[in-house]
Antibody, heavy 118, light 110 residues
C-alpha cells in the first residue's frame, strides 16, 4: 500500500524559497502523476501543481511564476519549490498521488505546516 | 481559475440523506466526467471518496454516491452517521489540464 510523507522546514522567512520533499514508499514513483496541494489554516484546498514521473509538469496559473515541481525517481521522491514567499503562503502542504491520469488525488500524505515569518 | 462553488454548510439527522452540490462551468465540471470528492476530518488529510463523478474507491461505503448534471456535480450521503461529520471538497479537471477544488462544505450531523 503506497504511502507518502512530506518533509522540509516548518519555518521560512518572507521573500525566501519554500522547499519540500515528498517520499513515496510501498510503491514506485515511476508511474502515475503526483501532486502538491496546500491548505491555509482554517481555509480550503488549493491545487499547486502536478508532475508525471517522466518530468512533465503543470501548475496552478495563479502560482505558476513561483512554482517548480521536480521528480527524482532514483530516490522515489518528488519535490516542491515556491519562491518569493509571503504570509499568504503559510499553509499545510500536502503531497498526493494522482493516478494514471491527473484527474483525482489519492492517497495523500499527512501534510506539513509551513509558516512564513521573519 | 476560479474555485468551484459549494454550499458552506449542510446538516442532517442520523439516518437521513443529504446532498452537497458543486457548481462550476463548461470549462471544468461541465466539460469532463472527472469530478472527485474528498472527506476531511479536523486535523486530518483529505480522503478520496468519489472519482470520475460516480465511482467509489475500494473501502469507501456505498452510502456515498456521486452524480453530475450539466455544470453541477453532487455528492449524496445516505443513512447519515456521526462519523460523516466532516468537511467535504469537490475537485474537477479543467480544459487547461489543471485541477480546481471547490470552496468546501461543512457537514453537521444533528
Amino acid at each position: 500500500q503506497v504511502q507518502l510523507q512530506e518533509s522540509g522546514p516548518g519555518l521560512v522567512k518572507p521573500s525566501e524559497t519554500l522547499s519540500l520533499t515528498c517520499t513515496v514508499s510501498g510503491g514506485s514513483i515511476s508511474r502515475y502523476y503526483w501532486s502538491w496541494i496546500r491548505q491555509p489554516p482554517g481555509k480550503g484546498l488549493e491545487w499547486i501543481g502536478y508532475i508525471y514521473y517522466s518530468g512533465r509538469t503543470n501548475y496552478n496559473p495563479s502560482l505558476k511564476s513561483r512554482v517548480t515541481i521536480s521528480v527524482d525517481t532514483s530516490k522515489n521522491q518528488f519535490s516542491l519549490k515556491l519562491s518569493s514567499v509571503g504570509a499568504a503562503d503559510t499553509a499545510i502542504y500536502y503531497c498526493a498521488r494522482n493516478g494514471d491520469y491527473p484527474y483525482w488525488f489519492g492517497p495523500w500524505g499527512q501534510g506539513t505546516l509551513v509558516t512564513v515569518s521573519s | 481559475q476560479s474555485a468551484l462553488t459549494q454550499p458552506a454548510s449542510v446538516s442532517g439527522s442520523p439516518g437521513q440523506s443529504i446532498t452537497i452540490s458543486c457548481t462550476g462551468t463548461s470549462s471544468d465540471v461541465g466539460g469532463y466526467n472527472y469530478v472527485s470528492w474528498y472527506q476531511q476530518h479536523p486535523g486530518k488529510a483529505p480522503k478520496l471518496m468519489i472519482y470520475d463523478v460516480s465511482n467509489r474507491p475500494s473501502g469507501v461505503s456505498n452510502r456515498f454516491s456521486g452524480s453530475k448534471s450539466g455544470n453541477t456535480a453532487s455528492l449524496t450521503i445516505s443513512g447519515l452517521q456521526a462519523d460523516d461529520e466532516a468537511d467535504y471538497y469537490c475537485s474537477s479537471y479543467t480544459t487547461s489540464s489543471t485541477l480546481v477544488f471547490g470552496t468546501g462544505t461543512k457537514v453537521t450531523v444533528l
